[in-house]
């Protein structure tokens, strides 16, 4: 079935070409008329007539104003979603805002995406970098860049550049940076000021890894940081870490233990026990026991490394 907006158009179009057609015809059967009556466009006027004059006229400027009426809809909503988005850039960036508003103009020609969605892109990055304290001015810059270097990778790669900039969730890897910083500082704090050589061996090891996976969100912070280790490269020269898979999974595991459907305790068990050893484990769980109340247990059902649910 067409949409609804698509047949209002067409249904518009037809208007116009059937007056059209109407004001051709009266033409050609008037054109002697016309001529009779003092040729030229006032012999034509006289001949039409004020009243089909009038009606072709509105006929002809109400298929045009159905043509527009879809587009000046659009054009009036996608007005009050970039004033949205720009003052929440002011919000964002203060003070830079306006360089911030530029720069959507310029991408909007040179990147291929909305002034809307270049500056939505640079105020979401923009968010973290002012809670970094980078400060309005720097971290405008460093947003802008990024969207333009989103938008360059679009391009050489041949992708739309609006979903390559939806897809940098900059906010899921700062949030896990910041869970290292908190893991890190708690380490510092307990390894006092002379911390054993296995620890501090460790200590510096996180510190390179926080900085080397921070680098592309605070590159210049990053780059301090770097040479504050006594590293005498860039850090932007660096290889990406690459993670110990092993060293991901955890030998402990935390399995939810239910009795007919509801939660009524959970079980720290290895991750690799067999269901024999996670069942007699569930059962001798005090809640567990104390909802089972003495009835006979049908039947236990375990799903390794999640759930243990016991019917009775």
């Known amino acids: 079935m067409p949409e609804p ?103 909007a020609l040179s990147l291929g995406i909305s002034k809307q969605a270049a500056v939505e892109a640079a105020a979401t990055f923009g968010n973290l970098f002012v809670g970094l304290k980078l400060g309005e001015k720097p971290a405008a810059d460093m947003s802008t860049r990024l969207v333009t270097l989103a938008g360059d990778l679009a391009s050489f790669n041949n992708l739309d550049p609006t979903e390559v900039l939806e897809k940098l969730r900059f906010n899921a890897a700062v949030a896990h940076i910041y869970e290292l910083a908190n893991a890190l500082s708690s380490c510092l704090q307990n390894a006092g000021p002379h911390p054993p050589t296995d620890v501090a061996y460790a200590l510096r090891e996180a510190a390179e890894l926080l900085a080397r996976i921070a680098a592309p969100m605070v590159p210049h912070l990053a780059e301090e940081c770097w040479a504050i280790l006594d590293h005498d490269t860039l850090i932007a020269e660096e290889p990406w870490p690459a993670p110990e898979k092993a060293l991901l999974v955890e030998e402990m595991v935390t399995i939810a233990v239910q009795v007919n459907g509801k939660r009524r305790d959970e079980l720290t068990i290895a991750r690799d026990a067999a269901k024999e050893d996670i069942e007699a484990a569930a059962l001798r769980l005090d809640n567990v026991v104390r909802a089972i109340g003495g009835r006979k247990i049908k039947k236990v059902v375990v799903v390794p490394q999640r759930i243990v649910n016991v019917v009775a």
């Open 5 to 107: 907006r698509l047949t209002f158009i067409v249904d518009a179009k037809n208007l116009a070409s059937r007056e059209f057609k109407d004001l051709k015809r009266d033409l050609n059967s008037v054109e002697r008329d016309a001529a009779k009556a003092g040729g030229g466009a006032l012999g034509m006027a006289k001949a039409l007539g004020p009243a089909k004059i009038a009606m072709i006229g509105l006929g002809v400027a109400g298929a045009g104003l159905a043509l527009i009426a879809p587009m000046l809809g659009d054009t009036v909503e996608a007005a009050s979603a970039l004033n949205e988005t720009l003052s929440k850039s002011k919000v964002v960036f203060g003070s830079a805002a306006r360089g911030v508003e530029d720069f959507g103009d310029d991408a």
